[in-house]
């Protein structure tokens, strides 16, 4: 008779067997890995069918399917917050409906019922909206994320086919997957992954996929890929393999306590001025991924440098007096006009 302490280790010894081989075994392979025989081993397979592992057989083949096998991890009611906010800020800020976070959500949530009733309660809720009607429905980027999250976590090539919005025109690569990033600005997700062609790392956005297929070539991730450091420098997903560029902005005293609230940017530096104003100061991969924030703060931040971003707000600025019909009088030529007109604007309580 089995012991069945011995029996119960083997079963566990088995499950890490196979999700470590997502192609399957025979059963006389998975026999020799365990040191038993293959009858052991049908025997065996019957019994995780019994405790709810989900097992394939194809011939003499057998194997755990991995977007069904449910792994159990334990969490404090800390820890449990922590991916409440985290779960507040997906709900927020992606657009698209999303099932398994909305899944995973609910599961944690009911987990969470008696040991904290009103975390569990928003997290029930944060699920809903998720998958509220008002969410973008893409079953394309559903199909295309788990597609992604299948060739990550096998470490196997995936064939896809992006659309590039300025030649509107979708070309086909060969990616091996190293990293998903969310990007709370654009509402979107990004893969970060060695692409055919060119041969090096480049960031694709999920949703200009169109289309993507697992192959059977694998591939492995350099030991020395860092996400953090090839996103060091980067405003949000934007990185470069060029020096970052210094950004300088001049914000308002009427909002320097707010800018002073929150850090921005790893690389960042406060300088206090006599007026209230405040100086900030950052090194950022691409200046221009920043425009939408900056664009935010309107009249109470002046950009100083780089050049090119300040012009960039320049012109934006000439087109939206000319838009709402506050350019009443010819701009003058004078190159020195814009700052000194962006400088009065600023001292202007």
Not at 217 to 240: E, K
Not at 320 to 347: I, N
Request: aromatic fraction near 8%; charge should be neutral; hydrophobic fraction near 40%.
């Amino acid at each position: 008779m089995e012991k069945i302490e011995g029996k119960a280790t083997r079963l566990e010894q088995m499950i890490y067997i196979l999700l470590a081989y997502p192609e399957g075994l025979t059963r006389a392979e998975i026999a020799r890995r365990l040191g038993v025989h293959r009858s052991t081993v049908a025997r065996y397979v019957h019994d995780l069918e019994q405790l709810g592992i989900p097992i394939w057989i194809d011939g003499q083949r057998v194997g755990i399917n991995s977007d069904a096998y449910q792994i159990k991890v334990g969490v404090t009611i800390h820890e449990a917050t922590a991916i409440h906010l985290a779960a507040r800020l997906m709900a927020t800020r992606m657009d698209e409906r999303n099932p398994h976070a909305a899944s995973a959500l609910r599961k944690l949530g009911h987990e969470l019922r008696i040991l904290a009733p009103h975390v569990s309660r928003h997290l029930l809720l944060s699920a809903e909206v998720i998958e509220a009607q008002a969410q973008r429905q893409d079953p394309v980027f559903i199909t295309i994320l788990e597609t992604l999250t299948r060739a990550w976590s096998q470490g196997r090539k995936v064939k896809v086919w992006h659309w590039h919005e300025k030649t509107n025109r979708v070309y086909e690569y060969l990616l091996s997957p190293y990293f998903l990033e969310p990007y709370a600005v654009g509402r979107t997700i990004h893969v970060i992954g060695f692409r055919e062609p060119p041969g090096a790392i480049r960031t694709l956005k999920v949703e200009r996929i169109r289309r993507a297929e697992i192959t059977a070539t694998p591939y492995t991730i350099p030991h020395d890929f860092d996400p953090r450091n090839l996103l060091r420098d980067a405003w949000g997903i934007w990185y470069t393999e060029e020096e970052p560029v210094e950004v300088i902005l001049r914000f308002h005293p009427r909002v320097a306590h707010r800018v002073k609230e929150t850090r921005w940017h790893p690389s960042e530096h406060l300088e206090e001025q006599p007026n209230g104003a405040l100086i900030w100061r950052a090194r950022v991969a691409e200046p221009q991924e920043m425009l939408p924030w900056i664009r935010g703060w309107g009249a109470d931040v002046e950009v100083l440098a780089p050049e090119e971003l300040r012009l960039t707000l320049i012109r934006e600025a000439k087109a939206l007096a000319r838009l709402y019909g506050v350019a009443s009088e010819p701009t003058p030529d004078d190159p020195d006009y814009d700052q000194k007109r962006f400088q009065q604007l600023f001292d202007t309580e």
